[in-house]
């Protein structure tokens, strides 16, 4: 199966943004967007000004949207293409569709600290739906589903340490860190999804 193997600050460095793929690493002064804020390579340094193509500009947006999540390319495209045949703005559509993945679900209720981690917990077989396991990252949740730690595997200490601490929801997720348990009470809208994301430069790029 395809992996990303580029170190994850380098990622961030290369899009000139936190893509908070370190979890709370990218809060502290730690993080190489803070260190080194500049692009990777030996003419990172450079002071010359670098300027993108109108198709540069739209790769780039797509790149850092790849990344943040941790999409393949044929992943990405997919979700354009099934966005494309829903009702509604495709740009919109499209970044609904990648907040419905489970492994992005299990982040925003705070289950882990990164996309990254939640992937490994979901792939890891952690995560019940609707009270059966599913160990499928890309899994769509739905409006009503149930998502929680297993109960076997709830007394792990990474589970135990966020037991009882509250966690900023979006509005369409709730979350009872207590039980180790939420729901999906809404499809996810433009307004909850809080990156710095031009969906639109992405659909420009693939309807090429």
């Known amino acids: 199966m395809a992996r990303k193997i580029q170190p994850d600050c380098r990622q961030c460095r290369r899009e000139g943004c936190k893509l908070f793929l370190k979890g709370e690493r990218c809060t502290t002064k730690k993080c190489a967007m803070e260190r080194r804020p500049v692009i990777p390579g030996q003419h990172g340094q450079s002071r010359r000004r670098v300027t993108f193509s109108e198709y540069g500009t739209q790769l780039r ?3 850092k949207v790849k990344r943040m ?7 990405c495209r997919e979700y354009y293409e099934e966005a494309e045949r829903m009702k509604g703005v495709t740009g919109e559509n499209m970044l609904a569709l990648i907040e419905r993945r489970l492994d992005n679900v299990v982040y925003r209720m705070g289950i882990g600290a990164s996309r990254k981690q939640c992937r490994q917990i979901v792939n890891h077989g952690h995560i019940t739906v609707n009270g059966k396991r599913v160990n499928i990252a890309s899994f769509l949740v739905k409006v009503g589903d149930v998502i929680a730690v297993k109960e076997n595997k709830q007394e792990l200490e990474s589970f135990k340490a966020i037991k009882g601490i509250k966690v900023v929801m979006p509005k369409w997720l709730e979350f009872d860190s207590n039980t180790l348990s939420g729901k ?3 499809l996810p809208k433009r307004d ?3 990156a710095d994301i031009k969906e639109q430069l992405i659909i ?3 309807s090429r």
């Open 184 to 186: 999906v009470i809404a």
């Open 69 to 75: 999540y941790g999409l393949l390319e044929n992943q």
């Open 61 to 63: 947006e797509k790149q």
């Open 204 to 206: 420009e790029l693939y």
């Open 192 to 194: 909850d999804i809080d």
